[in-house]
């Protein structure tokens, strides 16, 4: 069982900056690529920012330049910078992760967590 656990949502006003969090735990014998995703109501979710387990990142066009992701591979945490805000990053926010659970598994599953609310004032 692995369970992947958000926080750092919340109200900020436009121009603002928030630090999202994402904590991987239970059965992980490695993680490869992890990724932060948003969904806007009535929308569909879509990428915000991957990083591969070495370090390697993609950004949507939307995000680039004020968006930032990281990864502490010691902690299996990854991070989302959030700086200059706009109303239209108002989404809940979720963190995925390729997870290898054993070493006698030779293949990764993706695991989800339940997301936090992100709300950016004008």
């Known amino acids: 069982q692995v369970q992947l656990v958000e926080s750092g949502g919340g109200l900020v006003q436009a121009g603002g900056s928030l630090r999202l969090s994402c904590v991987a735990s239970g059965s992980i014998f490695s993680l490869n690529a992890m990724g932060w995703y948003r969904q806007a109501p009535g929308a569909q979710r879509d990428v915000v920012a991957t990083?591969?387990?070495?370090?390697?990142?993609n950004y949507a066009e939307s995000v680039k330049g004020r968006f930032t992701i990281s990864r502490d591979n010691a902690k299996n945490t990854v991070y989302l910078q959030m700086n200059s805000l706009r109303p239209e990053d108002t989404a809940v926010y979720y963190c995925?992760?390729?997870?290898?659970?054993?070493?006698?598994?030779?293949?990764?599953?993706?695991?989800w967590g339940q997301g936090t609310q992100v709300t950016v004032s004008s």
């Open positions: 995925n992760a390729d997870v290898r659970p054993s070493p006698s598994t030779r293949y990764f599953s993706t695991y």
């Open positions: 990083i591969t387990n070495g370090g390697s990142t």
